[in-house]
T-cell receptor, first 109, second 114 residues
């Protein structure tokens, strides 16, 4: 079956760095997405990786290893507004998004 | 503002009621999606429409009935729901169904079935 695993909850300190991991098992693979979802709001797109390596976008970076079925989202210089759920989703061979349950990130002062 | 709107934002209904959720996208996209989001569970894809044609129905109970009159509008008609149907219902759109298809989400409708 198809599956996405990511931690349920993480806590970090304002100003610090946090890495949210995601492992995936899918029928075929056409890329991996990260979305951010604040409580009571819509998920919003953060990143898309289809090739191995690190993609940097400001304070956020996303990494992909296709051979390991592994990705991570790296958040630097954490701010209180980064408190949210982070959703990992893999695109399978039928271009269907397989979603993880999300990682709730709590930022403490 | 993501360009995808949903109404109502909150809905409380009894098990014998009939109601409809509405989604509208202003992005010129060709594909629209209904998802169910329950606490601590992955997003569940319910229906996909591509160019107004339903392309996927992921074994959703018949008490949920989608309608897509045009590429910009999507409805989810609800009737005789069960308490376990209480969840956040999210609508999304994307440029196309295949390929790199970043999805843009609406704010969702929080549904409570009594």
């Amino acid at each position: 079956g198809q599956n996405i695993d990511q931690p349920t909850e993480m806590t970090a300190t304002e100003g610090a760095i946090v890495q949210i991991n995601c492992t995936y098992q899918t029928s075929g693979f056409n890329g991996l997405f990260w979305y951010q979802q604040h409580a009571g709001e819509a998920p919003t797109f953060l990143s898309y990786n289809v090739l191995d390596g690190l993609e940097e976008k400001g304070r956020f970076s996303s990494f992909l290893s296709r051979s390991k079925g592994y990705s991570y989202l790296l958040l630097k210089e954490l701010q209180m507004k980064d408190s949210a759920s982070y959703l990992c989703a893999a695109l399978d061979s039928n271009y269907q998004l397989i979603w993880g349950a999300g990682t709730k990130l709590i930022i403490k002062p | 503002e993501t360009g995808v709107t949903q109404t109502p934002r909150h809905l409380v209904m009894g098990m014998t009621n009939k109601k409809s959720l509405k989604c509208e996208q202003h992005l010129g996209h060709n594909a629209m999606y209904w998802y169910k989001q329950s606490a601590k569970k992955p997003l569940e894809l319910m229906f996909v429409y591509n160019f107004k044609e339903q392309t996927e129905n992921n074994s959703v109970p018949s008490r949920f009935s989608p309608e897509c009159p045009n590429s910009s509008h999507l409805f989810l008609h609800l009737h005789t729901l069960q308490p376990e149907d209480s969840a956040l219902y999210l609508c999304a759109s994307s440029q196309d169904r295949e390929g790199y298809n970043e999805q843009f989400f609406g704010p969702g409708t929080r549904l409570t079935v009594l």
